[in-house]
């Protein structure tokens, strides 16, 4: 009871009980007490004496003997370590009293009144379940009711089903001898069955769709995403003038346009993708109600109906049979009803009358509305009807019926513009409002038969056969396609529509995506053939849609659903958008380490959130380049038809992003932004991350991309709000402080610039505080890190800023005041290679000496590598050559020029610096140097290049031509972008840098790291701070989207290494064959007071290649004991080579697919 007490924070006790369970039991002894808080909240203390671990796996509850329910929001526990298991149930770990050795306890309060809690006891290693005799134990706040005998209740349940059960089936058999008696109805016309379609009865309460263990990799799609077979950026002139010519007649009538759609497309497919965009474009417009749907010209709805159904099956033969063109066909289908046949088409004109008949609806709102669908039936008209539903609904409120029609575009305005006007509102009777909406909802099913082709319901109703009763003397019997509309399909789409009907989102999506599974076989790319192709298309995208409009209706649910059942749910729409997309290699990818993580937090997994977090990154970047490739393919086609069609230029300007928020990305981004901030939440990362830790004032500025104002120099101290910072840009003088919501590397060289400069850089996850940012624009503001994961922002004074720094120094030319850093011209010393032995501070830099100081220092199980080097000034020797004079000369006037360059225009810029790289790159070598390099490289025991050297155009060929195009490659990046600007804002002469080249054997590495012997981010001396990234190095240290997974090690604790972020990047560069690697090691890397490292280029011999990498496959994350082993071991590297070299080091290196791991540079850390 004192135990019980102390953990009971004064809540008043309810009752209490006492349960011996016996020796032999895993739980011997039990106490549970219900309490009710000061607050009012309901608390269940539960204590189990045990030999062994214990978790309590429980849930909310109604009533006794009632179904398991997620708890109500605003519960906690005690012990706070809580996880849900991915139904409605959560667990708990029961914790170890200190005070009472074997007892373990745990405490729930929850917000509930009538309401209870529901539990049972399992043991840590899942061998024991404990019930209460047989049943689960409760809690309510009455002792009596947590006390009934739920078995009695349970067994007159089934007494009951049973009985219920009997009845059904003696009813069942009774109308199927009716039904044997009676002969099926015949018809004659309209292409469709001529027997009656008897639509089987589903269950009330659908099954839960268990989903098959799909393969993943089978649903990969190489071609067909939009904008990759040749419409981005291009504009098909001839299908452009071909549509705008075709327009004119298009406005007679929907029949008119659908009509000429036919005509149209082999012509435009005949100019590619670029002419089906245009296409597209073309019926984005019209379903936009930006064209003329008709013009005084009265046409029968079954001609309409036949127009839509000679375009789509057009289509539908393209999507099967052309697979590059595969995503522009979808949008194409997507704004087009299905159409159909006959009867199908005629039932719209016809069945109107019936409903004004029946009840008696002959004048005002519903005569006008006839006589438009008399003459000129329309999408409008769906919307219509359902407004009418909703308006009867509301026992006519008139706002109800306004409220849907605006939500779907129409106006007032829009419906008195009809040819056949309407203009009255609709009033009704309540004696009327039983029949009108029955009859309602049975001719919505006709409109939308021929005008929602991407309406679920409707397209489900088409595969799987339907009956509609007969109308002026005919009747529908749509027949169910084969193969395709099988039992479990049926159960399947009927899961899918009364799920979403109940709103139980994940249920009805598991479904929707099971059934999309299913049809996979005829909608993959060359898929089966099927006479009705088009019917199960059309269902594919009303899944497709339907799945966006189940995330969009919960989405405000997020936050309080379990955390696995939201992963499910956000699995579920990426792999909607996967099923959608040609090109999708990187959604599936994504798609699979999205199942790992769902797998992991069931499992109760200890870095799920983490992992998922990595991955959400990963997603956000594949969704951009989505966003981008529509926007490329779409635009220039919408900007250049739509001036000639009359559209009006707000839509035109936001066209392509209002297509891209009507895709499957648009949903699954709604997801992600729901996800983010619970996954920082429970992963402990705040809305900062901190690269950068310097306090810094100054002026806000929102600028699109950081390599855009490079050549800048702001002269009051700014704050860069940037959109996109890449990773490899420099950062403009007079700038203070650098937020973006892009995720560089805190290794990557914008990083190490940062804070080799004291620039503030953080990145900002929340995109409403992105936002705020935003907002603020030419604001002054103090910047303040709080730890490494939160940023201060506060209002100051603008006059208190001062000059910004180093903005003075800087001037628009090449030449710049000294700094007090200085470069020491170096002189040729007659040597054009050398071997490592040979290495000192007078011929070669830092990163060839560091190594070389190493050597014979560090335990065998580190591996340094053979090197060579091309001393300082090499370069001026060759270029010194007479066979080089024409270069020589040439890059002597072009330096002249870049003397007395304005910087800031950038255009001017960048063509000069490529224009100089160019030149060196014309070099050809001298007989010594080559000859020189021959003996240093057999004294190293290096591979020899083989062929001659020297360009291509000029004698070069074989490797030798390649290893000669890397060393003049690598010469040339003193010339890059970010080693210029990096001298000029320095205050350095940059002609005075002179470039060695380190020469060595390229290790082909599983993965690469970077590590810091101190830690960047919190200048922590006691610990090391590393990234790695599979494959080369160069996708860490490089412009390549995404975070490289992270970690700390104390050391003291080397083997316990602390991952702090999980790897993002899509791709990876990896070399399969033996090659060189020529690195830049000038005497500009090394001075203190200068960010050196990383301006120049290094350059393989051979290009590595670049792949996407499956996280989910690699055991650098899958695998925790690989993990944990990989990073003690580069760990405990990092610490031999600073206690060797005696000062923090920054070190580069590999681990090679057979485990060896290698240093292949270090430098002092600065």
Known sequence: ANLCEARANGAQLLWRRELNLGQANAVKLMVIEGRRTAQGTLQMIVMGRADQELVLHWAGLDQPAGEWKNPPHGWSSSPENSWGTGGASWETEM??????????????????????????????????????????????????????????????????????????????????????????????????STTTIKEPKMPTRPEVIKRKDWNHDEIKMHAGALGHAGAAGNVAGGSVDNICNAE?????????????????????????????????????????????????????????????????????????????????????????????????????????????????????????????????????????????????????????????????SITKERMASYDRKICSEPSFKPNQYEGLTRDLKEYLRTLKAVHSGADLDSAAENVMGYHQDACKGKEINMPAVSEVATAQMRTILHSARTFRDLGEPLHSMEAMLEARRELWNWTKPGGADNARLKDVLYLDLALESAVRQVVEANLSSMATRAPVDVLKMTGLTLENLALSSGGNDELVICLQQWQGVVNSAMSGGNDWALQAKSVVDRVNNALGEVSQRYINALQPTAHAMGGRLGVDGHVLDIFSEEVVRGTPAAPLSQMLRALDPRLREMSNMGSWSIISPVEAAGVIEVINDLKDVQNKTYQIPTVLISRRVGGEEDIPPGVVGLITPDMPDVLAHTSVRARNERVLFATVFDAGRMAELEGMHGQAVNCAPVGADDLRITPVDPSSLGAAPGSGAVNLSMSAPPSGVNIAKREFMGRYAVPSPEFDGSIVGGKSRNLQELRGRLPDWINLPAQVALPFCTFDAVLAHPNNGHVGQSLQGLRRELEHLDFSDQVAFQDLLG???????????????????????????????QGNFGPAGAGGDGAAAQAWAAITGVWASKYNERAVLSCRKAGLSHENVSMAVLCQPVVQSQYAFVLHTTNPQTGNPDEIYGEIVCGMGEALVGNFPGRALSFVARKDDLTNAKVTGFPSKANGLFTDAPTLIFRSDSNGEDLEGFAGAGLYDSIQMHEAELRPVDYSKDPIVSDEMFRAQALAAIAHAAHEIEQALGSPQDIEGCIAADGALYVVQTRPQV
């Open 248 to 408: 004119p007649g298009a406005t007679k009538s929907l029949m008119h346009r659908y009509n000429a759609a036919s005509d149209l497309i082999p012509q435009c497919k005949g100019e590619g993708e670029a002419g089906l965009v245009a296409m597209a474009v073309w019926f984005r417009f019209m379903a936009l109600r930006q064209l003329v749907w008709n013009n005084d010209y009265n046409i029968k709805p079954r001609e309409i109906s036949a127009a839509q159904l000679k375009c789509t099956t057009q289509l539908a033969a393209l999507h099967k049979d052309d697979a590059g063109m595969r995503d522009v066909t979808r949008f194409i289908m997507a704004t087009i009803g299905r159409g159909g046949d006959g009867d199908v088409g005629q039932r719209i004109r016809d069945e109107i009358l019936v409903v004004q008949r029946n009840n008696e609806c002959m004048g005002g709102f519903m005569e006008e509305w006839h006589q438009k669908l008399h003459n000129n039936t329309s999408p409008d008209d769906v919307p219509i009807c359902e407004a009418l539903i909703k308006f009867i609904a509301a026992d006519c409120d008139i706002s109800v019926y306004w409220d849907h029609l605006h939500a779907n």
């Open 95 to 192: 914790e170890a009293l200190a005070t009472a050795r074997g007892w373990h306890a745990a405490t729930i309060e929850a917000p509930c009144d009538r309401d209870g809690l529901v539990f049972v006891i399992r043991t840590g290693d899942s061998a024991h379940w404990i019930k209460d005799d047989g049943q689960d134990f409760m809690c309510f706040a009455d002792e009596a009711t947590t006390l009934t005998d739920v078995r009695a209740i349970v067994k007159k349940r089934k007494e009951e089903e049973r009985a219920r059960r009997k009845q059904e089936k003696e009813e069942q058999r009774r109308r199927e001898r009716e039904g044997q008696r009676s002969s099926p109805q015949k018809l004659k016309r309209g292409g469709l």
């Open 915 to 945: 224009r100089i790289r160019s030149c060196i790159m014309q070099m050809v070598p001298t007989p010594e140097l080559v000859d020189e390099m021959a003996r240093s490289f057999a004294a190293e025991r290096l591979p020899w290049p």
